[in-house]
């Protein structure tokens, strides 16, 4: 085994990470810009293997990831095979229905690498909701064939039909209660045959509004314990050891894998490189007008933690379509919905002259109060200086606003409150920020309509 | 209906649909006090005291004993290869009284006690805990009883349970009681037993589990005495199925099902957190929660009937179908997602397989079938056009003939022509709809007839013969649902029941929009239109009680996504997951295999199109359900209803 030197580098590699971390979100200006770089779904879309696959090559990995307080954790996670990294959570997988997908799971031996394979003794892929699912190679465990971790080169190979669309998960079905808490999970979309700017045949949204929102929890404890006998040279269920899943406490909590700052920090942003996927929901206000028809928002929960999480916005109801990738007979209008372990739901989300803003209706018109009679905890704030959309007003000198284009941000949060946090730090953990920027605006030099240009 | 103390007793009623039950206070206070007065010489004697109360309301007895039990459950956090004592305090159904010196609580036991929806039961408690408890039936009990039943002390509740379902009852006198395993399970059975959960087309099933979900605190469990035990301590370390932990070396016993099979999971989550249960690779088709029915309407709000993962809070109760698809030997895992273990080396202890057994090919259900405008001898046996018919696979008889009813034909003005049948196996209820007005049949049969009201029959009714009085009755009046614009009537020409939701899907003649577009077809005042290739479904508000009263159209199955256009449905066959339909032509573009006129066509795994989807779907391209070649290979198209069983 490497992994002693192999973890020293990633500890010292992570402090760096951790600082970083933590200033993604608060010093970086805006969260992420509008309409590109920013937060939306990002698709691994595979290869073309045999039989006309949509093929994957899975890893399962170890390394390290970080969160705002400043700690660095020790997770398992899928990868692309030959990536540098592991990435928690795993590729979000995109098919579409009817594909036959071939998902090829190996676990690699350490090498010189910040991440190598886990030091567990078997592992594996489960992908609930999907039917007809088959598994080759490896060895029979109890849910499905499972890789011998200790055997390089062990592969096995799950192949199934897309045979309907909607939000999956795919997550380890071998010793799933430590596996899946590990942070062996991802996400796993089909879209309709209608096409990729649909979710069902006939439901379409804004595809430049796509969101993908994978919840999770982190009990660093059993992190912890695993890390050390894994530093001690111990491997399979002898890794497992000295950690008591009845004591489970989970201290982090986190969407896409990071929690609240990072979670708004964009895609791929380099300072959290084992964990690229973003959180902030971001959107574009209904044209009051009318002149441009804009389409929903689609956010995908899928709950991947083994607790339940009640997940709710502020500022706006939504329009909850399906469940478990299965649509609901007609849509529900609400705002906070249990997302039990392991579900999924698709959810529609507009902001169409609400509460009259400056739209069709009557500006907001609050009377604000004098700028001398004002201030911001921190110095910092998420507001423009004006109640209405759009709207940019002056703040006092020494306030540092991270808006660009006068847009608003609420909260979009488990309302499980203990659940945002990090390690008793507040605001974190399950917790992201809903971005309304203003209506589209036709831009006659790209010939189309986009965001207004002070947001993008 | 009063009992001898002057208690008046609940019965169904429309207002007692989730509240049909209520305990003999009265009687019962007394009787406690009496009891724990004279204690335990004088329980016998109690125990017949009760038992007249339940002979003189004409209810049926049921004995319940709660007492101390203890199990061995498989130590997740040694593999299973140990055990883990438990002592626990439970409920267990005995024959009577007698028997609860020598009956033994299972822990988490999955044996439901039984019940028929309507009848009238007392549950006899008899109390050996040491404390004093009480019965709650969640869902079925109406007030709660504060009072309890004192140690030693017999007591009664009366329950007439007004829904079919899973239901938990426990007691809930302390918050200890249910934690130290006084909690069972009620399954109520449909009034009339026909193969179902609940009286539906989609709760039918072949095999069927209880899957209690419950969880155990060792420390305070085993504690010398529990009714000192700090709760804010309460945390679980062994989390059970039916009672048991599922561990590396040691499994759940799997529920045995053939591939084909319809499983209904009755999940009882009895324990102190919510749960999310998960069966990999099928999808759980849910029937009801807390006894209340999944009726897949459509109605706004209405959850999706059809999930990966059922999530359960604390006391939920969920019915729901799985069909089982594999390989004999195959493993299914229903499994909790939560994935709550005390072991690391562990999926989660609550954990249970679908073991499949044969692989089954599925047996043909009988056909009843009714001529169209002619009488035919179908090997061998006449059979006229106001006769229903039964193919068993091998033989065809006369199910229900019309003559003997009054359906006879006098030319040229009254012909009497059965063209939309459904039938009730089980019963051998009869609805069915006449292809053209005919008038009522008087004289001799004018009994069996005096229900339906009208002196004329009309084509857009449908009709129900009741087989046990052998009567008939209105089940649909067409003219009061909109079927008509007054001058003109849809005739019914194809239609399938739910006789206890009472929404009745049916095809009709002719399209029922004008020519000028304007659709006239309403129904509670809600504007609505169709044509003759869709299948149309009614929903009564009142369901079965009212099947003509208010309610909601809407389209089940749309011909035009399946290439009908001027072609007419005339015979319409709902199962709890296909749509199957007959044509009065051929069917268009021929694919293959080439479907005549009268035969079965199967749209199997329907779905109807969610959201603003257009689409009807199948899982499978239209297949042949039945051809009636095999009746009358020479004559094809005289069959103009059908109904399976």
Known sequence: MKLPIRSKLAGILSVAVMAGGLAAGLSSGAPASANGGNSTIR?????????????????????????????????????????????????????????????????????????????????????????????????????????????????????????????????????????????????????????????????????????????????????????????????????????????????????????????????????????????????????????????????????????????????????????????????????????????????????????????????????????????????????????????????????????????????????????????????????????????????????????????? | MAQPDGVQVMTMSSNTRTDGTMKTKTTSSIRSRIAALVATSLLASVTVAAATVGTAAAATDIWVCAKPGSASVADPATGGTSTMPVAFTGFVEVASDLDCATAIPQLGDPTPIRLTQGVTYNLNVVNQTGFPINLTAVGLTGAPDLTGIADTATDSYEVTPAQPGTYLYESSLDPRHALLGLQGVIVVDPAVPDGTAHGNLVSDYSTEQVVVISEIDLSFNNAVDPFVEDLRNFKPDLYLLNGQTHTAGSAIPPIVADSGERVLLRYVNASSDNSTMTVL??????????????????????????????????????????????????????????????????????????????????????????????????????????????????????????????????????????????????????????RQDFDKPTGAFAAEWAAVPDVRLQENDIFKFDNAAGTFSVWLDGSAIGLSDGLNRHDINGVSVDPVSGVTTFSVNGSIITADGVPYMTGSGVTFGARNEDVLRWIPVSGAADPSGPGQFNVLFDGTDFGLGVENLDAVVISATDVMFSLTTEYPNIPTPEFDRDDLIACRGHQSPPLGSITDTCTAPLALQFDADVLHPTNAGQVDAYSLG
């Open chain 1, 43 to 456: 698709c691994e879309t595979g290869g073309v293997g045999t039989g006309g696959a949509v093929e994957f090559n899975l890893e399962a990995r170890d390394g390290y990831i970080s969160f705002p307080d400043g700690n660095t954790v020790y997770t398992w996670s899928y990868a692309l095979a030959g990536a540098p990294y592991l990435q928690f959570p795993g590729p979000t997988l995109c098919v579409d229905e009817g594909d036959l997908v071939r998902v090829n799971l190996t676990n690699p031996p350490h090498g010189d690498n910040l991440s190598g394979g886990i030091p567990a003794d078997f592992t594996s892929i489960l992908f609930p909701g999907q039917t007809g699912v088959t598994a080759t190679g490896g060895t029979a465990g109890l849910l499905t064939q499972e890789v011998d971790a200790g055997v390089p080169g062990d592969m096995v190979t799950y192949e199934f039909t897309a045979s309907a669309p909607g939000t999956y998960l795919y997550e380890s079905g071998t010793d799933q209660a430590v596996q899946v808490q590990m942070g062996l999970f991802g996400g796993l979309v089909v879209y309709p045959s209608a096409g990729r700017g649909f979710v069902y045949d006939g439901v379409n949204f804004d595809t430049e509004n796509e969101f993908l929102l994978i919840f999770h929890e982190i009990d660093p404890g059993l992190h912890v314990g695993i890390e050390l006998n894994s530093l001690a040279g111990l491997t399979g269920d002898a890794v497992l050891d000295g950690y008591d899943p009845v004591s489970r406490h989970n201290r982090y909590w986190t969407i896409n894998g990071r929690s609240f700052p990072d979670v708004i920090a964009p895609n791929d942003t380099p300072v959290l490189p084992t964990q690229p996927y973003g959180g902030l929901v971001q959107i574009n206000a209904g044209d009051p007008d009318g002149a441009y028809i804009q389409l929903p928002a689609l956010v995908r929960y899928a709950n991947a933690g083994l607790d339940n999480h009640p997940f709710h916005p502020h500022g706006n109801s939504l329009r909850i379509i399906a469940q478990d990738a299965r649509p609901f007979p007609d849509e529900i209008e609400a705002y906070t919905e249990t997302v039990a372990a392991g579900q999924t739901y698709d959810l529609l989300a507009e902001w169409n002259d609400v509460e009259a803003w400056q739209g069709t209706g009557a500006p907001i018109g609050v009377t604000l109060p004098a700028l001398n009679n004002t201030m911001f905890k921190g110095g910092v704030t998420f507001y423009s200086g004006d109640a209405d959309l759009g709207q940019q007003q002056q703040l006092p000198l020494d306030v540092t606003t991270f808006t660009t284009c006068g847009e608003y941000y609420f909260p979009w949060h488990s309302h499980a409150l203990q659940e945002i946090q990090n390690f008793d730090e507040g605001f974190g953990g399950m917790l992201t920020l809903w971005r309304v920027d203003p209506p589209k605006e036709f831009d006659a030099d790209a010939g189309q309509w986009l965001s207004p240009t002070a947001c993008r």
């Open chain 2, 281 to 434: 690779g099928l999808r759980q088709i849910i029937v009801a929660f807390d006894g209340e029915i999944f009726d897949g309407s459509g109605a706004a709000g209405e959850l999706p009937r059809n999930e990966s993962n059922i999530f359960l809070t604390a006391g939920q109760t969920a019915d729901v179908i799985v069909t089982v698809d594999g390989a004999t030997g195959d493993q299914i895992a229903i499994y909790n997602r939560n994935l709550r273990t005390s072991a690391t080396d562990d999926n989660g202890e609550q954990l249970l397989m679908i073991e499949v057994g044969a692989v089954v090919a599925p047996v043909a259900p009988d056909v009843y079938l009714s001529l169209n405008n002619t009488t035919r001898s179908l090997a061998g046996v006449v059979v006229r056009d106001e006769d229903v018919a039964l193919w068993d696979g091998t033989t065809i008889s006369v199910f229900f003939d019309g003559e003997s009813h009054g359906l006879i034909d006098v030319a040229p003005a009254n012909i009497a022509d059965i063209d939309a049948v459904h039938v009730d196996p089980v019963s051998g209820d009869v609805w069915f709809s006449l």
